[in-house]
Structures are given as C-alpha cells and as structure tokens.
T-cell receptor, first 108, second 117 residues
Framework: GQNIDQPTEMTATEGAIVQINCTYQ??????LFWYQQHAGEAPTFLSY????GLEEKGRFSSFLSRSKGYSYLLLKELQMKDSASYLC?????????FGAGTTVTVRA | GAVVSQHPSRVICKSGTSVKIECRSL??????MFWYRQFPKQSLMLMAT?????????EQGVEKDKFLINHASLTLSTLTVTSAHPEDSSFYIC?????????????FGSGTRLTVV
C-alpha cells in the first residue's frame, strides 16, 4: 500500500504563487501524477513525473524527488479559475492511488 | 487525444434497485479500466481494476457481488451497483489506460453522481 499526504487547504491571492507539497510511501513506484478537480467533475491531468527533477508546463510545474518520497506542484500567476482541488496520485505497478487532495482557494 | 465517455452523468434510484454505469473509450482501445468512488470532500478510492476479457480485480473491502464489473470489449466497461442502498450514494468515476500510455495515458470519465433514495 501507500500513504500519500498533502495539505487539506491552501489560500492564495490572484497573481501569486502557491506550492502544494505531497509526500508518499510506496513499495513500488512507477510515477507521480498531479490532477486538478473542480467540484462535481472528474479530475483533469496536469503533470507526470517519473524521474527526479522539475517538469514545467506553462504556469504549472511539478517536482519529484524519489529518494525523499516527495513531490510538489507549483502554480504561478494564480487566476480565479485555478480555485479547485489538486490531487497527488502515485502510480504503483499499473494502479493509481490518490491523496486526499488540496483545496486551493484563490482570492481577488 | 484520449477521450473517455461515462454515462449517465447523474442517476437517482430507489433503494433495492440496480444501476448500471457505462465507461467507453472513444478514440483508443483500453485494455485496462479502473473504477473509483469519491465521497464528498474525500479523494478517489480505487474500487476495482477491469481487464478486457477477464475478471475484475477488486480492492480490499469492495464487495464484488455488489459492484459487478464487466469489460466485454476493448472500449467498454460497465459497473453495476446491485441492490443499491443510500450509503452507496457517491460519485463514481472510471478511468481508462491507453495500451502504451504513461503520463497522460490515464484518462478519466466525467463521473456519475449516484443518489439512492
């Protein structure tokens, strides 16, 4: 099994930067995903890391350290539409296991 | 891109009845599909892994006789909630894996909001 921990809630101001941390423990590791989920909707893919380092995609970046069991998602230039839940998910073998999600609230 | 269609999006049923939820991969073949359940303000919990042409693999604590999964083709998996009760009310989401995919090879359906009254 795996323990995936991420903060429950974060609040930030429009235009700011927010970093969502995720720690995990797993017996087998095949990659880490970040998804965005708006209330009542399915998750949408944001990023995937399988090697250590930073992956940048526009305003979103994700970092992975496999030795530390640690990842973060960085959201830059926050917009109101970024208010959502952000899910960290670990791929073990072929199965995805999700953290509880971090609810990000962007304020004007 | 990869598109997964899930139907219905919302369903209300009476306690004791059965409900079938469909998950289709529209533009790719999915040898493996996954079914998740999500209660309010909680994360997605994997219920079972559906493999085309073979029996589904259920996670610990999920009743296989209550949540029937059929994956009869490479583009369709169904989840049937049998003898539904109010505690089964939840958001059910399927996910399909592209044959050679990693990364964004895992695509989610739009989810089904089940309410049992």
């Amino acid at each position: 099994g795996q323990n995936i921990d991420q903060p429950t809630e974060m609040t930030a101001t429009e235009g700011a930067i927010v970093q969502i941390n995720c720690t995990y423990q797993t017996s087998g590791f095949n990659g880490l995903f970040w998804y965005q989920q708006h209330a009542g909707e399915a998750p949408t893919f944001l990023s995937y890391n399988v090697l250590d380092g930073l992956e940048e995609k526009g305003r979103f970046s994700s970092f992975l350290s496999r030795s530390k069991g640690y990842s973060y998602l960085l959201l830059k230039e926050l917009q109101m539409k970024d208010s959502a839940s952000y899910l960290c998910a670990v791929l073990e073998d072929y199965k995805l296991s999700f953290g509880a999600g971090t609810t990000v609230t962007v304020r004007a | 891109g990869a598109v997964v269609s899930q139907h219905p999006s919302r369903v209300i049923c009476k306690s004791g009845t059965s409900v079938k939820i469909e998950c289709r991969s529209l533009d790719f073949q999915a040898t493996t599909m996954f079914w998740y359940r999500q209660f309010p303000k909680q994360s997605l919990m994997l219920m079972a892994t559906s493999n085309e042409g073979s029996k589904a693999t259920y996670e610990q604590g999920v009743e296989k006789d209550k949540f029937l999964i059929n994956h009869a083709s490479l583009t369709l998996s169904t989840l049937t909630v049998t003898s539904a009760h109010p505690e089964d009310s939840s958001f059910y989401i399927c996910s399909a894996k592209k044959h050679t995919g990693q990364g964004d090879g895992y695509t989610f359906g739009s989810g089904t909001r089940l309410t049992v009254v």
